[in-house]
């Protein structure tokens, strides 16, 4: 897939929008080299990754204090469920990436969710089907959130120049 040179009007317009302009210029320079590209995006998602996952702790304990009103509970309550919840997945991720195994990648996805399930279920006191559909709604908001991080965040890195 190659670009073609702007027209004259064209890079009119370019001239007028720097950032469209430093877009062009970085997607014509991963055309040249693309593993590069690739090399730049997997850096800064690495580097990244704890800031969104310190950004994540908070919005699940946000997200678990509107959903879960009763019993009523701190929001420091929440936020430990929310640490707990996230070191048990770590957990799980670890084992999955020691192992690079599909079948245990899968394995460890839906055990991940079990967890977070009986232990919202310990925590919160309220019943399955309760439990079921707020953790739904809040899994979609939480995997919303995570995806528009990790969009941006490949965004980052495709638009850097390190």
């Known amino acids: 897939m190659n670009f073609a040179p702007p027209t ?3 890079e009119l317009k370019l001239q007028q929008h720097p950032w469209l302009r430093a877009l062009l210029d970085r997607a014509r320079a991963a055309q040249k080299d693309p593993s590069a590209t ?3 995006m997997k850096r800064t998602a690495f580097d990244w990754a704890p800031r969104i996952a ?3 702790v908070p919005l699940l304990a946000l997200l678990t204090w509107l959903f879960f009103r009763r019993p009523k509970r701190y929001f420091v309550e929440h936020l430990v469920f929310a640490l707990h919840a996230h ?3 770590f957990l799980l991720l670890l084992v999955s990436e020691l192992l690079r195994w599909d079948p245990i990648g899968l394995v460890t ?3 991940c969710i079990a ?3 009986l232990s919202a279920r310990a925590v919160f006191a309220q019943s399955r089907v309760a439990t079921a559909f ?3 709604a809040i899994g979609t908001i939480y995997a919303t959130f995570l995806g528009l991080c990790v969009v941006g965040v490949l965004a980052l890195g495709f638009l850097s120049r390190g």
Do not use: E, I, S, T
Request: net charge positive; charged share 10%.
């Open 8 to 10: 004259a009007a064209q």
């Open 38 to 40: 690739v090399a730049r």
């Open 54 to 56: 310190a950004l994540l």
């Open 87 to 89: 070191a048990a997945a």
């Open 109 to 111: 996805f839906f055990a």
């Open 115 to 117: 967890v977070v399930f």
């Open 134 to 136: 707020k953790l739904a």
